[in-house]
Nanobody, 115 residues
Framework: QVQLVESGGGLVQPGGSLRLSCAAS????????MGWYRQAPGKERELVAT???????NYADSVKGRFTISRDNAKNTVYLRMDNLKPEDTAVYYC?????????WGQGTQVTVSS
């Protein structure tokens, strides 16, 4: 069983930055991959970024060059650094991780980009 807890969301102006954190219960080394999805009101959940145990990363085209995903296995934490935020980045962001062919999800954290 894996528990994922997100933090770091909030309200930010366009062009601003936020860093989301996802703390996992237990060791995350075996959780592969880990990543972030987001869901805006009235839209389907979409992939934002993933990172493998070997630190290979993958990003949605809409966030490439602005978002950076990283993981710290010693702290059992995955991060999403978001720069140059745009209003269209407004959504609930969910952390996920896959362990033994089972996907685990956090409760979500709200990110609102607005002036």
């Amino acid at each position: 069983q894996v528990q994922l807890v997100e933090s770091g969301g909030g309200l930010v102006q366009p062009g601003g930055s936020l860093r989301l954190s996802c703390a996992a219960s237990g060791t995350i080394f075996s959780i592969n991959p880990m990543g972030w999805y987001r869901q805006a009101p009235g839209k389907e959940r979409e992939l934002v970024a993933t990172i493998t145990r070997g630190l290979s990363t993958n990003y949605a085209d809409s966030v490439k060059g602005r978002f950076t995903i990283s993981r710290d296995n010693a702290k059992n934490t995955v991060y999403l650094r978001m720069d140059n935020l745009k209003p269209e980045d407004t959504a609930v962001y969910y952390c996920f991780g896959r362990l033994s062919y089972t996907d685990y999800w956090g409760q979500g954290t709200q990110v609102t980009v607005s002036s």
